[in-house]
């Protein structure tokens, strides 16, 4: 029954899409390659008076929005890629960052009690009316007792079933992606789609929320590119999270970049540092950069809100990641296509000559350029035939990375079109390459790395004795040099692969 419901589901949202022309636009027929072309005139028979209403982008953004909370997230994904989709594309769908339909302030005062165990007045002396409604919840302004002004975010009343609803759907359609398209196959549709409604099922429970807050807060205070508003614990529920009120006018704003003292330039290069900081050197980001959850202040100044998507590298994932962008940073093909090779991104069956020749390809063309000379859409397009040519796969721990890099960096471009990324990426990269790439800091981890296996030698080898022998005889001490000399030679050996 409950696939029933999702291809039900599915097959109206195809309908939906179609009826309003929102699936392939008539309006953009002239770039559409053959096939796509004869498609989208046959999907055109289909269109009905939703068609006749607005531009493309519009009419996609009112489809998604009846979809469901996952749609809404991929439209606000969209909505950051001006360069590729075009700005009047982008802005038609920005509305769904922040100005949803809400529901009632007195739904959310009843949520409230239920999820604080208390009413609302116990802890506001103030509450307003919602300032901004999205795909999962909205915000209410409020003031706590003791005068701060406060953020207080509220779940949607059965946001759960729609959640879960749009998981069976999801997986639908990956399954089908998977059998009726070999070219998806590549992305890992099911992996892909499992990510994606995971990510969304944590940002379900607010306490959880709270705890990501309060953890970048204090990682983002160390750098100084961006900053979070703090936590009021008192005002955390598994429906309600409430923080101290952020400084600054929302991004989705168009006025928060014609502020006067705005520094435009600095902004967008603080974003991406920001990002860049947080994920190389904390290995903890913020996993939802849209405009809706950044506020700006003058001249440089950026406050994120909305911690439910929190990303996270290991240690091995930050060194690949830092390794590729020096490689490419210094314009060094070959360093990047080894790093490839040695994490596993590309099958050992490929030459890494070709690959970095591949690399070459694309990144020549847009090195020391800026964002605005770049058309992105090209080199996606070229990175994914490159990704084809050399059977790489999607990496589901590094879906959150790449989603959010390719927002930040979009949001970063419609700041400043003029934008360096690499530029802006420099500093924070040098500064990683220095600190755990040099010779003391490689020593330092080899003495780790020494010791810990000394640890474990000794208690091998030095076992407590049987209980029917009165004293130990010389073998414990031959058996502690021998593996003093293990020791040594495995430390030996990892200094060969270290240096």
């Known amino acids: 029954m409950a696939s029933l419901g999702a291809a039900a589901r599915l097959a109206g949202a195809g309908w939906r899409l179609a009826r309003a022309d929102a699936l392939l636009p008539r309006e953009l027929r002239p770039l559409y390659p053959p096939p796509l072309h004869q498609l989208s005139r046959l999907a055109g028979l289909l269109a009905g008076p939703a068609a006749r209403r607005g531009r493309p982008g519009e009419r996609l953004a009112r489809c998604l929005e009846g979809m469901g909370p996952v749609a809404i997230k991929l439209g606000q994904l969209l909505s950051t890629r001006a360069d590729i989709f075009g700005a009047e594309f982008a802005q038609d769908l920005a509305r769904l960052k922040d100005r949803l339909e809400p529901f009632p302030t007195e739904t959310a005062l009843k949520e409230i009690a239920a999820s604080l165990g208390r009413p609302a007045d116990a802890l506001f002396t103030e509450f307003g009316p919602p300032v901004a409604a999205a795909s999962l919840a909205q915000a209410h302004p409020a003031r706590l007792k003791d005068g701060r002004r406060v953020a207080v975010k509220v779940l949607r009343p059965g946001i759960e079933r729609q959640v879960e609803a749009d998981a069976r759907v999801m ?10 398209a070999p070219d998806a196959k590549r992305l890992e549709p099911r992996t892909l789609a499992a990510s994606v409604i995971d990510s969304v099922r944590r940002e379900l429970d607010l306490r959880l929320e709270a705890a990501g807050a309060d953890e970048l807060g204090a990682i983002m205070a160390r750098d100084g590119y961006m900053s979070a508003p703090a936590v009021v614990w008192e005002g ?5 999270l409430t923080l101290e009120w952020a400084k600054g006018t929302p991004l989705s704003d168009p006025a928060s970049l014609e502020a006067e003292g705005v520094d435009r330039p600095a902004l967008a290069t603080a974003l991406m540092r920001a990002f860049l900081a947080q994920a190389l050197d904390h290995g903890v980001f913020h996993a939802d950069l849209h405009e809706g959850n950044l506020f700006v202040s003058a001249p440089d100044r950026i406050e994120a809100v909305d911690f439910g998507i929190v990303g996270r590298l290991g240690p091995e994932q930050r060194r690949y990641l830092a390794e590729i962008l020096w490689g490419f940073l210094q314009r060094d093909y070959e360093r990047v296509a080894r790093v490839h090779f040695e994490a596993g991104y590309v099958p050992a069956r490929h030459a890494v000559g070709d690959f970095a020749q591949a690399l070459r390809a694309v990144g020549e063309p847009i090195f020391g350029r800026t964002a605005r000379d770049v058309s992105m859409s090209r080199v996606l397009l070229q990175l994914f035939e490159i990704t084809g040519q050399f059977d790489m796969h999607l990496r589901p721990e590094l879906v959150l ?22 530029t802006a990426a420099d500093p924070v990269v040098r500064r990683w390459m220095t600190r755990e790439l040099s010779p003391a800091a490689r020593l330092n ?22 209980p029917a022998l009165p004293r130990r005889g010389p073998g414990s001490a031959v058996i502690l040099a021998g593996g003093a000399l293990v020791a040594a030679l495995a430390a030996l050996v990892l200094a060969a692969s270290a240096l």
């Not at 955390?236 to 309600?240: A, L, M």
């Not at 990375?401 to 690499?422: F, H, Y």
């Open 171 to 180: 997986g639908l359609a990956a399954g089908l992606a998977e059998r009726f």
């Open 236 to 240: 955390v529920g598994r429906r309600v």
């Open 401 to 422: 990375l790449q989603k959010t890099m390719m927002t930040a960096e979009g949001v970063a471009r419609s700041i400043w079109p003029d934008l360096d990324i690499w």
């Open 445 to 466: 981890r080899l003495g780790e790395q020494a010791g810990r296996v000394l640890s474990r030698l000794s208690a091998l080898a030095d076992p407590p004795p049987p």
